[in-house]
């Protein structure tokens, strides 16, 4: 199986400080969906890994998260993509458990769903938790420059390393597309 895991807020979508929290709210990032049908038709699957607190701090309910990913999924479809399941822990961060990212359950969940060893499946996000929970179950860790990543941007142009807190071997890609032109121009078979 060829699987893909992506973060969703500030990788797919704009992010907020305030959260993301209505379907008004939720704003792809320029080339985001295009990149994940890029990868689509290059044959791989794109699963969502995405932490919600928003749900256990009581700033939207599920009813709303629905609607989010309704929409995304419609845009996706306009633009020949698919995500085809969105894992996400719906946690506050002092509630303890083992799905909130940089822990790895939702990643030990789609290995279960799928049936697959997640070893060298690239896991892509924009912040160090994103890809640490990815690499705790064998992902390969791809940061891209949106969302939270924006600040490092300058950092990398300069030829700085990326902070310590990112795993060993990640790489950094400018946008969801860039990510996708480079998996595929690198794994077309």
């Not at 985001?32 to 699957?45: F, K, P, S």
């Not at 640490?132 to 490092?152: F, I, R, S």
Request: with cysteine; charged share 20%; glycine share 8%.
């Amino acid at each position: 199986m060829k699987l893909v895991i992506l973060d969703r807020d500030g990788t797919i979508n704009e992010d907020s400080s305030d959260y993301i929290k209505s379907e008004a709210e939720w704003i792809p990032i320029p080339g985001a969906l295009e990149g994940i049908a890029r990868l689509n038709h290059a044959g791989w699957q794109v699963v969502v890994a995405t932490n919600q607190s928003g749900l256990g701090r009581g700033l939207f309910d599920v009813s709303a998260l629905n609607a989010m990913n309704t929409k995304m999924h419609k845009m996706l479809a306009k633009v020949g993509g698919r995500i085809e399941a969105i894992f996400y822990c719906p946690h506050a961060p002092d509630q303890a458990c083992h799905c909130r990212k940089p822990l790895p359950g939702l990643f030990q969940q789609i290995s279960e769903r799928y049936g697959v060893s997640l070893a060298s499946v690239p896991v892509v996000g924009d912040a160090p938790r994103d890809l640490q929970a990815g690499v705790a179950v064998g992902c390969q860790p791809h940061l891209v420059l949106t969302g939270k990543a924006q600040v490092l941007k300058a950092r990398l142009e300069r030829g700085e390393s990326l902070p310590a807190e990112f795993p060993a071997g990640t790489h950094a890609h400018a946008s969801l597309m860039a990510f996708a032109d480079y998996w595929v121009a690198h794994h077309s078979t």
